[in-house]
């Protein structure tokens, strides 16, 4: 990413959700700074909340350096119902040439050379092509809606299809549109050999989960990879844990990442990808602005597979119910989801009117 920033000739889009001042963004904000003083124009969109960590000098310096900064959804008293909606997109989009998205953000947390024993393991995926252009149009449209006011930027034609390679943008738009959850759905049923998931918060749908035990009883090999110990929510984990029993019992094979904390949002069904922002979450789909990079290739399959296959074997596999262990506030905090699922749904309803 930061290499295409620095041969920007044109125009920079940035849309992430988690931001952070720190080593990795000052890297950031210099190379941001280069690229808007040589007259490329700069625009950034940031998540009011993910980017409450970047400090107010960095926000001073990104504005100063000539570029536009733009927060999502800033919390207001008079509508705070509408706190949960957040822009939880990665992109970065440069020129119409290339673009990046994934699931890391603009933090220390991402970086191997900054936290070596610590940091998350994520992966992100380069975009080029004319799927670009659909990327570019969804940030266009979520800058309008946000600055109030159109991007000011010529958007270019991306370049040529690769031949063997078809690319799809999938969206999830919180109280709207919710692509990007039933287009895997779509897949986990066709799929004939494998459907591998990794994800970093389990709290999928229900809809979801038949389709894998399904999937798993037809004889697809149904495996997936979520956190183990090391994750920024216990809480959430253990909740999540609860559905392991039925899956097992329906032949899902399910993996826990132990060196750190898992946060890799990828789907991959037979020769068919998904990468991108979203945690194929209950509470993701309700709220957040999501967006996956969809890929039908048995190219890139081939280095998703090897992904996987590193990431098991930094995993231990669960093999019954009975290996999970329940705390005793798990069950507390499971009612306590569902009654915020509940609130969520009213609420909702009520922003939809």
């Known amino acids: 990413m930061l290499d295409a920033i620095e041969s920007s000739r044109d125009y920079i889009l940035g849309e992430f959700y988690l931001v952070e001042s720190g080593v990795i963004m000052n890297q950031f904000l210099d190379a941001f700074g280069r690229a808007a003083g040589r007259g490329v124009r700069v ?7 993910g980017a409450r960590g970047l400090t107010e000098p960095d926000r001073a310096r990104l504005r100063s350096s000539g570029l536009e900064l733009v927060l999502y959804n ?17 992109l970065l989009a440069v020129d119409g040439r290339v673009g990046f998205t994934g699931g890391a953000g603009l ?17 992100m995926v380069r975009i080029e092509g004319p799927v670009l252009g659909d990327w570019e149009t969804l940030f266009a449209r979520t800058w309008r809606r946000s600055a109030h006011r159109r991007l000011d930027v010529e958007l270019q034609s991306g370049a ?33 050999r494998r459907v ?35 994750t920024d929510t216990p ?12 899956l097992l019992a329906n032949r899902v094979v399910i993996y826990e990442y132990q060196p750190r904390f898992l946060h890799t949002k990828l789907v991959l069904c037979d020769d ?30 081939g280095q998703v597979e090897a992904f996987f296959e590193r990431t098991y074997r930094d995993s231990v596999a669960i093999r019954s119910a009975g290996a999970v262990e329940h705390p005793w506030n798990v069950r507390f905090w499971q009612l306590f989801a569902r009654a915020v699922f509940a609130w969520s749904a009213r609420a909702i309803a009520r922003l939809r009117r």
């Open 107 to 123: 933090t220390d947390a991402f970086s191997p050379d900054v936290r070596p024993a610590t940091h998350w393991s994520d992966c």
């Open 272 to 301: 068919w990808a998904s990468i991108g922002s979203s945690n194929l979450d209950r509470w993701g789909a309700l709220w957040n602005l999501d967006a996956n990079q969809e890929i039908d290739s048995p190219g890139f399959a």
């Open 235 to 246: 809480a959430a984990r253990s909740v999540g844990r609860l559905f392991y029993a039925r």
């Open 196 to 230: 591998w998931i990794a994800t970093a918060y389990f709290w999928p749908s229900s809809r979801l989960r038949r389709a894998l035990r399904r999937a798993a009883r037809r004889g697809v090999d149904v495996r997936l990879v979520l956190a183990g110990p090391q």
């Open 160 to 192: 040529p299809l690769v031949p063997g390679e078809r690319g799809r943008l999938a969206i999830s738009a919180g109280l709207g549109r919710k692509d990007v959850g039933r287009s895997v759905i779509r897949q986990v049923r066709m799929a004939q």
């Open 74 to 90: 800033l919390p207001r008293w008079r509508t705070l119902e509408s706190i949960f909606l957040r822009d939880h997109r990665k």
């Open 43 to 49: 625009r950034l969109l940031l998540d009011a909340f």
